[in-house]
Nanobody
Framework: QVHLVESGGGLVQTGGSLRLSCAVS???????????MAWFRQAPGKDRKFLVA??????FDTDSTKDRFTISRDNAKNMVHLQIDNLKPEDTGVYYC??????????????????WGQGTQVTVSS
């Protein structure tokens, strides 16, 4: 059982930056590098949307996130981070850390994720 706990959300102004963190535990028999670790965002009234992910030495993003969203991983501290720069009001939502355990999966939809954190709220004021 993998346990994910997000932190770092809050209220920020447009143009600001934020660093979210995800503490990972329970992956006793595998390295954190082996997991597909991702960040999703859920805007009010909408489904969770894939943002970025990391596994091994590879990162995954989308056309809408590649310029402002950066994912990183600290294996020694069992942490995954999301750096968001130049925040915009449309970035407002609950940010979720997610993990998929299958070695080859690219989990960009909710159904493909095995574990979720509880989420952290990010609100960007205009």
């Amino acid at each position: 059982q993998v346990h994910l706990v997000e932190s770092g959300g809050g209220l920020v102004q447009t143009g600001g930056s934020l660093r979210l963190s995800c503490a990972v535990s329970g992956h006793t028999f595998r390295s954190l590098s082996d997991y597909f670790m991702a960040w999703f965002r859920q805007a009010p009234g909408k489904d969770r949307k894939f943002l970025v992910a990391i596994r091994g030495g590879s990162t995954f993003d989308t056309d809408s996130t590649k310029d402002r969203f950066t994912i990183s991983r600290d294996n020694a501290k069992n942490m995954v981070h999301l750096q968001i720069d130049n925040l915009k009001p449309e970035d407002t939502g609950v940010y979720y850390c997610a993990a998929a355990v299958s070695p080859s999966i690219i989990a960009t939809s909710e159904e493909e994720v095995d574990y979720w954190g509880q989420g952290t709220q990010v609100t960007v004021s205009s």
